[in-house]
Nanobody, 125 residues
Framework: VQLQASGGGLVQPGGSLRLSCAASGNTVSRYTMGWFRQAPGKEREFVAGLRWSGSATAFADYVKGRFTIVRDNAKNTVYLQMNSLGPEDTAVYSC???????????????????WGQGTLVTVSS
């Protein structure tokens, strides 16, 4: 599967953005999907995940209640809706996929096999 992330940009604090991760070459519903981010000078960190079955989601504590992750099977795309953004959310966001089967949503990058390129999110006034 190939992944294409998009939707990043400059947003003011308190604003919202929706990131897209479009899949090609295979059906996104076969994969557990994850979003990760990496801020300048920091390590990559888990943001959110959606289990392949669509039955479960997972969020890092620092985005819980502000971010949601959904899948549109018709568009073969996974979205990360980000609300109440703050400067601390500034980072390059990447989507990743691993073939379904695990009974959990991985939170570690090495557990994912496929990665899209990153999209930059800058939260600043």
């Amino acid at each position: 599967v190939q992944l294409q992330a998009s939707g990043g940009g400059l947003v003011q604090p308190g604003g919202s953005l929706r990131l897209s991760c479009a899949a090609s070459g295979n059906t996104v519903s076969r994969y557990t999907m994850g979003w990760f981010r990496q801020a300048p000078g920091k390590e990559r960190e888990f943001v959110a995940g959606l289990r392949w079955s669509g039955s479960a989601t997972a969020f890092a504590d620092y985005v819980k209640g502000r971010f949601t992750i959904v899948r549109d099977n018709a568009k073969n795309t996974v979205y990360l809706q980000m609300n109440s953004l703050g400067p601390e959310d500034t980072a390059v966001y990447s989507c990743a996929a691993v073939l379904g089967g695990r009974p959990y949503i991985p939170r570690r990058g090495p557990e994912y096999d496929y990665w899209g390129q990153g999209t930059l999110v800058t939260v600043s006034s």
